[in-house]
């Protein structure tokens, strides 16, 4: 096992990264040459513990890898999962949930090598070093197809779980079915569900509140798995698992739909869902469906299930979603997910990572997407699925890195791929190291601002060129924010500088995920 630590250190930001405690960073972590997996992220006593998984070239078969990582992301325990003659495989979603009780569940799809339809959820309970103390399978019993399990946990001291049931082995047009069960601590089945949903659905994600659970993901027209006839759908259960309702979540224009993947109740008990949204046709294109796509997220009334209102991020991009979406102690919320770089030239078309801000009422505040410094090779993937806050109000977020370069150590015979699970720290705006110089690529940089009168006394005015929604931040010699203000569709601000002491500051012009900086004097 090796862990290769990439952490830019230009010497014009080291003073800045000082303020941040847990400075931000960019992390690969490998196990014995495996192919590593994206995850689930936990915050814990001792920094955050890493479920992710974990192949076995060439035999295919999946496992779990457990890490535990410090506050300053150093390992400090690895623990594979794996058992014997058999594959425990997860399929993204939320397949790991934190017990209140201590220690954590996961939920994962076990199928035996040797029997390629005995598919079945085994649920495994593992304490906070990342040791098991308990697997147990469920519904191996039972006729069918058990799969792609997603797991909850709520204040009855009782797991509820999501999945995907095949009925009927031989026929591959036959709908999947909605699977739902609802055991004790301990794994033990209090009740098995079934339902009908559509022709084809995939859960991922489930919510668990005080009287009901929900269920979130993706649902598909027909038969055809095409892209463009995709709907997140949810449904609400009390808990016994009677169905009160369910969405399709689809807001016009038409176009695909990515899933929903996260759930959040709100104070006023209505749900937050994320996921995925078409724009619709472009106009002039003659195209029926649009392959531009933005992360969406928005809110639906708990009773009935009608969306209140919905906010698209970054819009126009390529195939973008979400794949997780967590409430912040702070207030407001914290997304991840991929986003397809569609500039011209080397980068173009590769899915990477990014993260984005928003405030209580769903409002963007500032949208980050990371180029990885390991990033070569004629096929490229990168993607964060799962992030936590720290202490210092820094972000890390977990995700996967996978390059092709024909010479890598990844792979059956002599490999050829790196497929790793990768970590980044980003500070309070998301910077990997402050003005969004990611250290290993630059992200968009806006048109030319001023800053006026420099020196200043009393008061600094900053101008930019476009009308837009920015955000202005200042910062001492040190990196600390000393001044913020969003502006709504303006093109200037002036900002009272008076009580600040004499000194060097530093202000930063934010529009999406475009930053550039100035430097100032105050007398």
Not at 249 to 270: K, M, S, T
Not at 421 to 426: A, P
Request: net charge negative; with cysteine; aromatic share 12%.
């Amino acid at each position: 096992m090796h862990v290769r630590n990439l952490i830019s250190a230009f010497a014009l930001v080291l003073n800045l990264q000082a303020a941040f405690g847990q400075q931000p960073e960019e992390v690969f972590l490998d196990f014995n040459n495996r192919p590593d997996g994206d995850g689930n992220l936990f915050k814990t006593q001792f920094g955050n513990l890493l479920f992710t998984g974990l192949a076995t070239i060439p035999q295919g078969n999946l496992s779990l890898l457990v890490r535990g990582i410090d506050s300053n992301n150093n390992l400090q325990f690895i623990k594979p999962i794996e058992p014997t003659n058999l594959s425990w495989g997860r399929i993204g979603g939320k397949f790991s949930v934190e017990s209140p009780n201590g220690g954590y569940y996961v939920v994962l799809n076990e199928t035996n090598s040797f029997n390629e339809e005995l598919w079945c959820p085994v649920l495994i309970r593992v304490n906070s070093l990342g040791d098991t103390i308990w697997s147990k399978r469920i519904l191996n019993e039972e006729p069918g197809k058990f799969y792609n399990y997603t797991i909850c946990f709520n204040g009855d001291n009782n797991i509820y779980l999501a999945g995907q049931y095949d009925e009927n082995l031989e026929d591959p047009i036959d709908p999947i079915k909605l699977s739902v069960i609802k055991t004790d601590s301990l794994g033990n089945v209090n009740w098995h569900n079934t339902y009908f949903n559509g022709n084809n659905l995939a859960p991922i994600t489930i919510l668990a509140t005080a009287l009901h659970f929900y269920v979130g993901g993706i649902v598909y027209d027909d038969n055809n798995q095409a892209f463009g006839i995709s709907k997140q759908f949810i449904r609400k259960f009390d808990l016994d698992g009677n169905s009160i309702w369910y969405k399709k979540i689809h807001v016009p224009p038409v176009g695909a739909e990515a899933p929903a993947v996260a759930l959040i109740e709100r104070e006023d008990g209505n749900i937050v869902y994320a996921g995925g949204r078409s724009l619709g046709v472009l106009p002039g294109t003659g195209e029926e469906n649009n392959p531009y796509t933005a992360p969406c997220a928005g809110v639906i009334n708990a009773a009935t299930g009608n969306v209140i209102f919905e906010n698209t991020y970054n819009e126009n991009a390529r195939y973008q979603q979400f794949y997780n979406l967590k409430k912040l102690s702070t207030g407001g919320y914290i997304g991840v997910g991929t986003h397809r770089y569609v500039s011209t030239g080397e980068l173009a078309g590769n899915p990477i990572g990014f993260m984005v801000k928003l405030d209580e009422d769903l409002n963007q505040i500032w949208y980050r997407y990371y180029v990885p410094s390991v990033w070569e090779g004629f096929s490229r993937w990168n993607n964060l699925t799962d992030v936590v806050e720290n202490d210092n109000g820094t972000f890390t977020a977990i995700g996967l890195i996978y390059t092709y370069t024909g010479d890598g150590p990844q792979g059956p015979g002599d490999g050829g791929f790196i497929q790793d699970t990768y970590l980044i720290t980003v500070d309070q705006e998301g910077c990997i190291i402050p003005d969004c110089y990611l250290g290993f690529t630059e992200v968009d940089q806006l048109e030319e601002f001023s800053v006026y009168p420099n020196p200043a006394n009393n008061q600094v005015n900053i101008r930019w060129n476009k009308v837009e929604n920015t955000e202005v931040i200042v910062h001492n010699s040190t990196g600390q924010i000393v001044l913020k203000k969003s502006v709504n569709q303006q093109n200037q601000v002036g900002l009272d500088v008076s009580m600040l002491p004499a000194g060097v500051y530093t202000v930063r012009c934010i529009i999406g995920g475009g930053v550039s900086s100035k430097v100032f004097v105050k007398e």
